[in-house]
């Protein structure tokens, strides 16, 4: 199969990966794997749970406990409604491709065989089509379709556009989503753990400096912020960097304090400690003065104990 017409074939989603439109491709490998004592390819039949391995590209590692239990005791009234997926590698050995929560329900329910779709797949169609199955689930956290979208992008070589149009969203919220990345690992945890909101966390994205970053988080969780307070503290916190920089062109033309290297690197180390923008201004004998602006009396307190005033 060239490799155009493979492309296009992973183009159209899910869906099409699992319709098996090229019939002569698997036709060919269904030859070496189809024999008498086990189920053809292309065919819905009932395989033992032993017979099927985990996929190595699975990208959800965390699974509820109590969620899991509850779709086992469904599965042991109902059954499974919704056939897994393989592929078939051998005459008794099978690799899932979509199906994880429903194949560890059906243990837990204590089923010695399920109901699955058995196909042939190469390796980049396992990875893509076990990252669109997981991205498509309503449950997934918003770090876990951050991780499988750039999964997606590192794996299977895809941009954003193409990316956007595999997954079914807007360019925009495939990128909103990939920004989450570059949150500090305390505040990606936060995002797992469905402590704070895909809404707080697009606010700190918009922060560049790390520790500005850490103290809204750390606002949100004492102040229990909604996600317009912390949008307004973020302008807040942008609003010194304008007047800084007003004072610097006010300062000898700007010229003193923006070639002086030292100011400079003072300025971004205090800026650092305090959590917020500390403006430095000064002119050419060395005399200036130091802001450090506060956003409430509760961060004027945090201030002055760091002072230990």
Same mark, same amino acid.
């Given at each position: 199969?060239?490799?155009?017409? #493979? *492309?296009?074939?992973?183009?159209?989603?899910?869906?099409?990966?699992?319709?098996? /439109?090229?019939?002569?491709?698997? =036709?060919?490998?269904?030859?070496?794997?189809?024999?008498?004592?086990?189920?053809?390819?292309?065919?819905?039949?009932?395989?033992?749970? !032993?017979? @099927?391995?985990? =996929?190595?590209?699975?990208?959800?590692? #965390?699974?509820?406990?109590?969620?899991?239990?509850?779709?086992?005791?469904? @599965?042991?009234?109902?059954?499974?409604?919704?056939?897994?997926?393989?592929?078939?590698?051998?005459?008794?050995?099978?690799?899932?491709?979509?199906?994880?929560?429903?194949? *560890?329900?059906?243990?837990?329910?204590?089923?010695?065989?399920?109901?699955?779709?058995? *196909?042939?797949?190469?390796?980049?169609?396992?990875?893509?089509?076990?990252?669109?199955?997981?991205?498509?689930?309503?449950?997934?956290?918003? %770090?876990?379709?951050?991780?499988?979208?750039?999964?997606?992008?590192?794996?299977?070589?895809? /941009?954003?556009?193409?990316?956007?149009?595999?997954?079914?969203?807007? *360019?925009?919220?495939?990128?909103?989503?990939?920004?989450?990345? /570059?949150?500090?690992? %305390?505040?990606?945890?936060?995002?797992?753990?469905?402590?704070?909101? %895909?809404?707080?966390?697009?606010? %700190?994205?918009?922060?560049?400096?790390?520790?500005?970053?850490?103290?809204?988080?750390?606002?949100?969780?004492? #102040?229990?912020?909604?996600?317009?307070? &912390?949008?307004?503290? &973020?302008?807040?916190?942008?609003?010194?960097?304008?007047?800084?920089? !007003?004072?610097?062109?006010?300062?000898?033309?700007?010229?003193?304090?923006?070639?002086?290297? !030292?100011?400079?690197?003072?300025?971004?180390?205090?800026?650092?400690?305090?959590?917020?923008?500390?403006?430095?201004?000064?002119?050419?004998?060395?005399?200036?003065?130091?802001?450090?602006?506060?956003?409430?009396?509760?961060?004027?307190?945090?201030?002055?104990?760091?002072?230990?005033?």
């Amino acid at each position: 199969m060239s490799s155009a017409v #493979k *492309r296009n074939a992973l183009g159209k989603g899910l869906g099409a990966l699992l319709s098996d /439109k090229d019939q002569t491709n698997a =036709n060919i490998e269904s030859q070496s794997l189809n024999t008498p004592s086990s189920p053809a390819v292309n065919t819905i039949a009932a395989i033992p749970v !032993e017979q @099927i391995e985990a =996929n190595p590209y699975q990208p959800r590692d #965390k699974f509820e406990e109590e969620s899991l239990n509850e779709l086992a005791e469904s @599965i042991k009234i109902q059954g499974i409604i919704q056939p897994l997926t393989v592929r078939k590698l051998s005459a008794k050995s099978y690799q899932l491709i979509s199906g994880e929560r429903r194949l *560890r329900a059906s243990k837990l329910a204590g089923l010695t065989e399920v109901p699955a779709y058995i *196909r042939t797949a190469n390796d980049q169609e396992m990875i893509e089509m076990a990252l669109i199955e997981n991205i498509q689930r309503e449950n997934l956290n918003a %770090m876990e379709v951050a991780f499988s979208f750039q999964r997606m992008i590192d794996e299977c070589n895809l /941009k954003q556009e193409e990316l956007s149009g595999r997954v079914g969203k807007n *360019r925009s919220t495939v990128t909103n989503y990939l920004r989450l990345l /570059k949150l500090p690992p %305390m505040i990606q945890a936060a995002i797992r753990d469905q402590q704070i909101s %895909m809404g707080h966390a697009r606010a %700190m994205v918009s922060i560049e400096n790390v520790d500005q970053q850490l103290f809204v988080f750390k606002e949100i969780l004492t #102040k229990d912020l909604s996600v317009r307070k &912390v949008e307004e503290l &973020v302008r807040a916190m942008s609003t010194p960097k304008k007047e800084g920089k !007003e004072k610097e062109k006010n300062t000898n033309g700007g010229n003193y304090l923006t070639n002086n290297f !030292e100011y400079q690197k003072i300025q971004d180390e205090l800026s650092s400690k305090f959590g917020n923008k500390v403006l430095i201004s000064a002119d050419t004998k060395g005399k200036g003065s130091i802001n450090i602006p506060f956003l409430s009396t509760d961060d004027l307190n945090r201030i002055l104990e760091m002072l230990d005033w």
